[in-house]
């Protein structure tokens, strides 16, 4: 009996480690060392294969599986930005180059980065509502996913539905691409009986 409980006092329990999700997909991004002077080749290419984590946030995960396009992926980069520059990415560390005041406290001044991402997230928060302001911070910039927000799969569907559309109004507000102009002149002519 007294070997037993050597023989399992002498056993290691094993550790369980999980690691994060990482999910590796290759998208087409712009060179940053493409010089425009000189004529696009081999050497001197304007786009470049990049390898991202698709599992950053729910937007990059769209973009990787061809579900939404790069204007909406812009989009969803700038709200996530803007709201990263005003401390919605959690505690960071100390800059020791910042001047000190009196107390041996660091100054905490408004920039003009500051100021400018507030102002993207107001026009952000204008153009989608409160609700889809919130889908779009969570999903986007707070890394949650829609499995997150809902056990329900039709909820889930409504979810996606509806993120991609905020990207979409995003994107069109910002001038990452154009929504297609539908005409009513025509409809009007044909009201009027001309």
Same mark, same amino acid.
């Given at each position: 009996?007294?070997?037993?409980?050597?023989?399992?006092?002498?056993?290691?329990?094993?550790?369980?480690?999980?690691?994060?999700?990482?999910?590796?997909?290759?998208?087409?991004?712009?060179?940053?060392?493409?010089?425009?002077?000189?004529?696009?080749?081999?050497?001197?290419?304007? +786009?470049? +294969?990049?390898?991202?984590?698709?599992?950053?946030?729910?937007?990059?995960? *769209?973009?990787?599986?061809?579900?939404?396009?790069?204007?909406?992926?812009?989009?969803?980069?700038?709200?996530?930005?803007?709201?990263?520059?005003?401390?919605?990415?959690?505690?960071?560390?100390?800059?020791?180059?910042?001047?000190?005041?009196?107390?041996?406290?660091?100054?905490?001044?408004?920039?003009?980065?500051?100021?400018?991402?507030?102002?993207?997230?107001?026009?952000?928060?204008?153009?989608? !509502?409160?609700? !889809?302001?919130?889908?779009?911070? +969570?999903?986007?910039?707070?890394? *949650?996913?829609?499995?997150?927000?809902?056990?329900?799969?039709?909820?889930?569907?409504?979810?996606?539905?509806?993120?991609?559309?905020?990207?979409?109004?995003?994107?069109?507000?910002?001038?990452?691409?154009?929504?297609?102009?539908?005409?009513?002149?025509?409809?009007?002519?044909?009201?009027?009986?001309?």
């Amino acid at each position: 009996m007294v070997k037993a409980r050597k023989r399992r006092a002498g056993r290691k329990r094993k550790q369980q480690i999980t690691l994060p999700k990482v999910e590796i997909a290759v998208i087409e991004v712009d060179d940053p060392y493409f010089d425009p002077k000189t004529p696009e080749s081999r050497s001197n290419p304007r +786009k470049m +294969k990049a390898t991202i984590n698709a599992r950053e946030s729910y937007a990059m995960w *769209l973009y990787a599986r061809r579900h939404i396009d790069k204007a909406e992926l812009e989009a969803a980069s700038r709200i996530r930005r803007s709201w990263e520059r005003l401390g919605g990415a959690g505690a960071k560390a100390i800059d020791y180059t910042s001047e000190r005041v009196d107390g041996g406290q660091i100054a905490q001044t408004i920039t003009d980065d500051h100021l400018e991402a507030a102002r993207d997230l107001r026009a952000a928060a204008a153009v989608l !509502g409160p609700a !889809g302001y919130d889908l779009t911070i +969570k999903l986007a910039c707070m890394g *949650l996913w829609i499995s997150d927000l809902s056990p329900k799969e039709v909820h889930q569907k409504y979810l996606g539905m509806r993120f991609r559309e905020c990207l979409d109004s995003l994107a069109a507000y910002w001038g990452f691409k154009t929504r297609p102009v539908r005409s009513t002149i025509g409809e009007e002519k044909v009201r009027l009986g001309a």
